[in-house]
């Protein structure tokens, strides 16, 4: 199954939200092996507000993800006072957060740690998405 890279969002929006329910899903598992990559302050506070009780596995490189369903393997991008980013305000921190960790994501493809996205578009279920070959 290949290994995906899933960037958490805009801290300050719903990205890590919706980052945690993606993750509490058996289905994702089933079709590739996830890596988020983020904040774990962002991510804590997250999981906090959907009520689930995820375990976080913080790593360094791909070769410590586990990828298994009930546990989120982490790239962890530390960021100085993540609590002062406020849900619904641009921030600079924010915004910068956000933006490493696309480049992150980028980064990983690149050396081939995660494999390389494409975009299509599946009509039979009515909705186009990224996935990975």
Do not use: W
Request: proline share 7%; aromatic share 6%; hydrophobic share 40%.
């Amino acid at each position: 199954m290949p290994r995906l890279a899933i960037t958490m969002g805009d801290p300050a929006g719903i990205g890590p939200e919706i980052a945690a329910k993606v993750f509490a899903t058996e289905e994702l598992y089933q079709n590739c092996r996830p890596l988020l990559i983020g904040n774990s302050y962002i991510l804590q506070s997250a999981l906090k507000l959907i009520r689930t009780e995820l375990m976080v596995n913080p790593v360094n490189t791909v070769k410590d993800a586990k990828f298994q369903y009930g546990t989120i393997d982490l790239m962890d991008l530390p960021i100085d006072h993540p609590e002062t980013i406020e849900c619904g305000k641009i921030s600079d921190t924010a915004g910068d957060i956000a933006f490493r960790c696309v480049t992150k994501a980028i980064e990983m493809a690149m050396t081939g740690e995660v494999e390389k996205p494409h975009i299509s578009t599946d009509f039979s279920i009515g909705r186009a998405h990224s996935r990975v070959p």
